[in-house]
């Protein structure tokens, strides 16, 4: 029987027929500003669109991240169904080269000094687009890369709950929907349609019953 942190790892494997889906952007150590782009953080990236798993690759996915949503919503108190659904988008169900090549589920960039946290590994630099309310114009950013999607998840989790500007939203721990939009407007996303897009998630995936 695999462990958790094996069978997560495993994950990277699933889906030989992928569709091609546009990369968001990572934003300063790890708020994502999403661009017009989907889900995924890296060069070229090739990933299952958000909305367009098949049932046994959604499956196979939310059986095995939802172990670790569990323990970061244990650990930090962030709702496990919030970040199931942004791994689901940044990654595109762990198809996103980025998260494929780095096990980095959710575009975390290192710190401009190259300060990369406690659980990734190291930097890796990847082309990327950047946007702001005017334009999108590509870049290079690093990324976090980690040992494992474990550690991806811990990261997340502790990059949520130690960031005073995300502090409001952890009196909406047990709303994932408001705690959805409180993030996103701390400065998360620039795409304005960021919260409602993990909301989406939320109810057609009943990403709920994680937070459980």
Same mark, same amino acid.
Request: aromatic share 6%.
């Given at each position: 029987m695999l462990t958790p942190r094996r069978a997560l790892t495993s994950l990277i494997i699933i889906g030989a027929a992928i569709s091609s889906c546009p990369p968001a952007v990572a934003g300063p150590l790890g708020g994502t500003a999403h661009a017009v782009t989907g889900a995924g953080s890296a060069p070229s990236t090739t990933s299952l669109a958000a909305g367009s798993a098949s049932s046994a690759v959604a499956a196979a996915f939310l059986r095995q991240a939802? $172990? *670790?949503?569990?323990?970061?919503?244990? *650990?930090?108190?962030v709702p496990a169904s919030v970040t199931l659904a942004q *791994?689901? $988008?940044?990654?595109g169900w762990g198809q996103s080269r980025l998260a494929v090549i780095d096990r980095n589920y959710f575009g975390i960039k290192c710190s401009p000094t190259g300060d990369y946290g406690p659980y990734a590994t190291?930097? &890796?630099? &990847?082309p990327t687009t950047e946007c702001d309310s005017r334009r999108c114009r590509r870049t290079? *950013?690093?990324?976090?890369a980690y040992r494992s999607p474990v550690d991806s998840f811990k990261d997340h989790g502790r990059f949520l709950a130690s960031s005073a500007r995300y502090r409001a939203a952890f009196a909406h721990t047990a709303d994932p929907d408001?705690?959805?939009?409180?993030?996103?407007?701390a400065g998360y996303a620039t795409d304005p349609g960021y919260p409602a897009k993990l909301i989406k998630l939320m109810r057609t995936y009943d990403l709920y019953r994680y937070d459980r």
């Open positions: 939802g $172990l *670790a949503a569990r323990r970061s919503q244990r *650990a930090t108190r *791994a689901i $988008l940044e990654s190291g930097c &890796h630099r &990847h290079t *950013a690093l990324f976090r408001r705690f959805a939009r409180k993030i996103a407007k």
